[in-house]
């Protein structure tokens, strides 16, 4: 990213009155535009906002934004970016310039320093800016081969600008350069708070935020999410944006491919993570579970864990499907998993077996065995332990379990009376929620999703919505 440079190619300007809808008023300059600005007194951030997004034809607009004041000053210089007042209008400026094909864009050490210190509550009365300023910042990082530039900036607008747990548009672009770069991690503080909700219009500024957003945006971070915590290994996080993904209601009644994508990689985590692929989540879509369960996701979920042998002839007769569909990685992993799997359903069936039996049984070898037995009883998944000469003996008390003392058993009765205590309050609160009984009376209305015409349930353009996912960075 280049230093800040401006170009007196651009127009210039002397003061005038910032009027927008006066047909009389002068031309429109970048001097009226400083003096609405700092005007005194301030002007509020959703009135400034309006003005300039009305004050001129965008293209003019913009073109004034890009240049230099009637002295040859530098807009940005004169305002402040830690002043609440001005945050609009260095929003309007930045994204006119980061956008610019003519001129330098902004040094990346104002941008770093504007995304620390602006007004969220102001920039929420220009949402739109504040999108375009991330991508902007993203677009022209990538442009110098520096994508890694732009996470620290963008990191920073979602931090002060988002609402807790509410999307944003700023959220698919800042995780998109996560992915791109190989830093899945730097999201994680974003992850791990769980899928997030749409703004809410009768929240403040809920309706801007709002209008930032398409439906696609909801499932492409989610989908996206759910991608970036796989590669991370982190299942149980991975499983819940996914399912986010899947079970989303449609707009039209179509399916969209991104969540027939998601589907396949859902069931394929949770064949890693849990051994077997529960039912789709409540609401999916008739069609959808369909489409899954009759293709070759649908045979391998249903075979597994069974014979080795016979998941990998799937693996290798669908190869193409699987490498198309980048998920060759997460089948292998499943298939590697398969022998874990089958050694803790041996617990259901032996109280003891030798490990040379156990070996024929799951298809290892002794070392193999129990190497999978320490990683089970490790994971707490089962209770066991391997005695000489080489028996296997599974107990029937649950993983983890040992004797307590008195004192101890006395208080887990105490922090279970006061989880029940908790529980029954958030019940009561619930109960009480406008906003809860409603939704749960509408879940309850509405009918369950019908199946829809096949050739209607891709979105138009959302095929290869996931084809950046590297099918190694699941390994």
């Known amino acids: 990213m280049s230093s800040q440079s401006q170009s007196n190619s651009h127009p210039t300007s002397s003061s005038h009155n910032m009027d927008a809808t006066s047909s009389n008023s002068p031309l429109l300059t970048l001097d009226g535009i400083l003096a609405g600005i700092i005007a005194t007194p301030a002007p509020q951030p959703a009135v400034l906002a309006h003005l300039l997004r009305t004050c001129a034809p965008r293209d003019v607009r913009d073109n004034i934004l890009c240049g230099t004041t009637s002295t040859g000053a530098d807009p940005l210089l004169i305002l402040d970016v830690g002043n609440p007042g001005h945050t609009v209008g260095v929003l309007y400026i930045l994204a006119a310039r980061l956008a610019s094909t003519t001129i330098a864009p902004p040094a990346i050490s104002y941008i770093e320093s504007f995304c620390r210190s ?7 009365c220009a949402a739109d800016r504040v999108t375009l300023v991330a991508q902007g910042i993203l677009h022209i990082s990538e442009a110098s081969n520096k994508t890694k530039y732009a996470l620290q900036p963008i990191y920073d607008l979602i931090t002060r600008f988002a609402p807790p747990n509410t999307l944003t548009a700023l959220h698919s672009i800042f995780l998109r350069a996560c992915i791109v770069t190989g830093n899945q991690t730097l999201a994680l503080p974003l992850l791990a708070v769980g899928p997030l909700s749409p703004p809410l219009p009768s929240s403040p500024s809920g309706k801007e935020l709002l209008d930032t957003l398409s439906y696609t945006d909801h499932l492409t971070y989610h989908y996206t999410a759910g991608f970036a915590l796989a ?19 449609s707009l039209s009644g179509a399916v969209s491919a991104l969540q027939l994508e998601a589907f396949k990689k859902l069931t394929l985590i949770q064949l890693i993570h849990t051994g077997a692929a529960p039912l789709p989540p409540k609401y999916t879509a ?23 042998s016979y998941l990998a002839g799937i693996l290798e007769n669908e190869r193409a499907l699987f490498d198309a569909d980048r998920n060759t990685g997460l089948m292998k992993l499943a298939l590697g998993r398969v022998p874990r799997w089958n050694v803790r359903r041996l617990e259901g069936t032996y109280a003891s077996i030798g490990l040379a039996e156990a070996g024929a049984k799951v298809g290892l070898d002794e070392a193999g065995v129990v190497a999978a037995v320490l990683d089970l009883v490790e994971a707490g998944e089962i209770n066991a332990r391997i005695d000489p000469p080489g028996v296997l003996t599974f107990s029937s008390s649950p993983a983890g379990n040992k004797a307590r003392t008195r004192g101890e058993v006395d208080r887990a009765l105490r922090e279970a009376e006061t989880h029940a205590v908790t529980l029954k309050r958030l019940e ?15 879940n309850r209305e509405e009918p369950n999703w019908g199946a829809v015409e096949e050739d209607m349930m891709f979105a138009p353009g959302e095929r290869g ?7 190694a960075m699941y390994s």
């Open 286 to 308: 008739p069609l959808l579970a369909r489409l899954l369960q009759t293709s070759p996701y649908g045979a391998f979920a249903k075979a597994y864990p069974g014979a080795p």
């Open 428 to 442: 009561m609160e619930l109960a009480r929620s406008r906003d809860y009984l409603s939704k749960a009376v509408r």
């Open 231 to 249: 590669t991370l290994h982190h299942w149980p996080l991975a499983c819940d944006f996914l399912e986010t993904v899947v079970a989303a209601p």
């Open 465 to 471: 919505m996931a084809s950046f996912a590297d099918d």
């Open 118 to 124: 602006f007004d969220p509550a102001a920039a929420r």
